[in-house]
């Protein structure tokens, strides 16, 4: 951040598969939408995010997207989906990690890089925001990042996340919560 810039902004991350749109639950693993054509937003979704943006949140999604590293999913696609994302809702920016784990990158959740490189472009005081997901990984990344965190809990067959998180049903729900904070985090 620039010398002399004062830190002021709040942001809501969010992770995108199982948050803001269905995702696909096959052997107790979330996939994502492969094509326009597959993508749902969830009841409740464009609502929640008109609230929280009329707060002034900004509204930053990170998601992670193996896929294509694994070759069965294209950039383009992933594009597509986020344009169509953001036609239709008041998000910020898409930032996208589209490396698989053994890639060991620094923007991969669990690890904060996304949230920290966003945090950084739109002036946002982590310690003031929120991350919501709907798995360990997105908890995870929120709670190194120094944001309070929310899981969107589905039952999937993992792991818990490490740190502290409150569990909800929806993204709706999270977003009651976050206007109810009074600013504090």
């Not at 002021?8 to 598969?17: G, H, I, K, T, Y």
């Not at 929640?48 to 900004?58: D, E, I, T, V, Y």
């Not at 920290?116 to 310690?127: G, I, K, Q």
């Amino acid at each position: 951040m620039g010398v002399g810039r004062a830190v002021s902004e709040r942001a809501v991350f969010l992770d995108r598969d199982g948050v803001i749109n269905r995702a696909t639950v096959r052997d107790g693993v979330p996939h994502p939408p492969g094509t326009i054509g597959e993508l749902e937003i969830l009841e409740g979704v464009p609502e929640a995010l008109r609230a929280l943006k009329s707060c002034g949140f900004r509204l930053i999604v990170v998601t992670n997207q193996p896929d294509v590293a694994r070759g069965t999913l294209r950039v383009a696609d992933v594009e597509a989906i986020h344009a169509e994302l953001a036609r239709t809702l008041p998000i910020d920016e898409f930032c996208t990690c589209f490396h698989d784990s053994a890639d060991a990158c620094d923007c991969r959740k669990p690890k904060p890089g996304m949230l920290r490189a966003a945090a950084a472009r739109w002036n946002v005081d982590l310690t003031r925001s929120y991350m919501v997901g709907d798995r360990w990984r997105d908890v995870d990344a929120g709670n190194a990042a120094g944001c309070s965190t929310f899981l969107i809990d589905y039952g999937y067959g993992e792991r818990a996340p490490a740190g502290p998180f409150r569990r909800v049903s929806s993204l709706r729900e999270a977003a009651d919560a976050i206007m109810n904070d009074k600013g504090e985090a």
